[in-house]
């Protein structure tokens, strides 16, 4: 059965609403992981830092400089999703032949904020340097000891 146009409208409504609805809470997701990242590496830090004359500090410091790519790559996954869903709904806006000034994923592609994103890249990215830096100041202070 075909749908009929008020159905197609009604259809694409509501799912709009949920990617709407999904997209805000994988931003969220996004932001719990960036502070799920920094609690475990400090936690591992300072744990380290308190046990400088543990042999195992010496292979545990090494734990943030795996855990922070992982954590990064999840957000990264995220925000391809993310960017996903705004081309989809960016389409759909269009296909509603909104005017040109309407439509929420039109005014952003049109009007991108391109520091929130380098903003996002930015942390991933002196997170996972500071972690391997982090490791070898420690490795080097230990052997030092």
């Not at 830092?49 to 957000?75: D, E, K, T, Y």
Request: charged share 15%; net charge neutral; hydrophobic share 50%.
């Amino acid at each position: 059965m075909i749908a009929q146009p008020a159905d197609a409208v009604a259809f694409l409504t509501k799912e709009c609403e949920h990617l709407r609805q999904t997209y805000y809470e994988s931003i969220k997701e996004i932001q719990t992981l960036e502070r799920y990242c920094l609690v475990t590496v400090g936690a591992i830090w300072s744990w380290c830092a308190a046990n400088l004359s543990q042999p195992s500090s010496q292979i545990v410091i090494w734990i943030p400089v795996l855990i922070a790519p992982l954590f990064g790559l999840r957000a990264w996954g995220i925000y391809r999703t993310l960017a996903a869903m705004r081309r989809y709904l960016h389409r759909v806006e269009a296909a509603f032949q909104l005017p040109d000034a309407l439509g929420w994923e039109r005014y952003h592609g049109e009007h991108p904020d391109p520091v929130q994103v380098a903003s996002g890249y930015a942390f991933w990215i002196a997170l996972q340097a500071l972690t391997g830096v982090a490791a070898l100041v420690f490795h080097r202070l230990v052997a030092a000891i």
